[in-house]
């Protein structure tokens, strides 16, 4: 081989790997951390990925949220120094019912955001450690504080919870029981209701019932952290 051909070639290698390297750095320091501008930009890609599957998503009606079922299809994962997932969660009759799109950043206590969308709302997720921030339709709804209790914003009054159980856990907004979500590890059957039982529901109890629930469905279904 020529010695400048030989050249060529070991600085067209060099080259390569600083820019892998590079690259590896801009990934790590871009997705530790991030500010707020990167949580805008990467809520803004996941709307924009998951509207072929909002486009198919069952028109929501009242009556919907007793058809909805544990069962999820179409479920990607993509693992690097960030871990992305998106999925869709069914009816009992295997319609899309819900899709949601999750990004966990490169940390060492969780560090992410959730995006989950039926056909009638949108629920935003900022994930930091216990604390969780919930956007419902672009409104700042309140914190939910360990996975279970969502308090409001305005008045940091408590205004719903789930509480612990093993196979059955109640949701209850203000001092009402309003439903029961079956937890997945029980075993049960394909396409299971996700809820044995639900009460009739105004539009924000229906919206702060769902916010608690779909947070618990999609969670159980993510990779390891």
């Known amino acids: 081989m020529p010695r400048i051909l030989f050249f060529l070639v070991c600085f ?3 080259a390569g790997i600083c820019y892998l390297v590079v ?3 801009y ?3 871009t997705n530790h951390q991030p500010n707020a501008q990167k949580i805008k930009a990467d809520l803004a890609t996941m709307r924009v990925n998951l509207v072929p599957w909002i486009s ?3 028109p929501w009606k009242p009556e919907e949220i007793e058809l909805l079922s544990l069962n999820q ?3 990607t994962i993509v693992t690097g120094v960030t871990t992305e ?3 869709i969660f069914t009816s009992i009759y295997s319609e899309p019912m819900f899709v949601y799109a999750y990004k966990r950043y490169y940390s060492k206590v969780e560090n992410a955001i959730l995006y989950v969308r039926t056909s009638h709302r949108e629920f935003f997720y900022r994930i930091e450690g216990a604390d969780i921030r919930l956007h419902i339709d672009d409104q700042f709804v309140g914190k939910i504080k360990d996975r279970k209790k969502l308090y409001s914003a305005k008045t940091d009054r408590l205004l719903g919870q789930i509480t612990e ?4 856990q109640p949701i209850i ?3 009402q029981e309003q439903g029961i979500l079956l937890a997945k590890e029980v075993g049960v059957k394909t396409n299971a209701r996700a809820f044995q039982f639900v009460n009739k529901m105004d539009k924000e109890e229906e919206a702060n019932f769902l916010a608690l629930a779909v947070l618990q469905m999609v969670e159980k279904d993510l990779p390891p952290k």
Do not use: E, N, P
């Not at 159980?165 to 059955?168: C, D």
């Open 23 to 25: 690259r590896m750095l």
């Open 27 to 29: 990934q790590l320091l």
């Open 85 to 87: 997932v998106k999925g």
């Open 173 to 175: 907004l203000g001092d």
């Open 12 to 14: 067209l290698a060099f």
């Open 56 to 58: 198919r998503l069952v």
């Open 165 to 168: 159980g093993s196979a059955l």
């Open 73 to 75: 299809t179409d479920q």
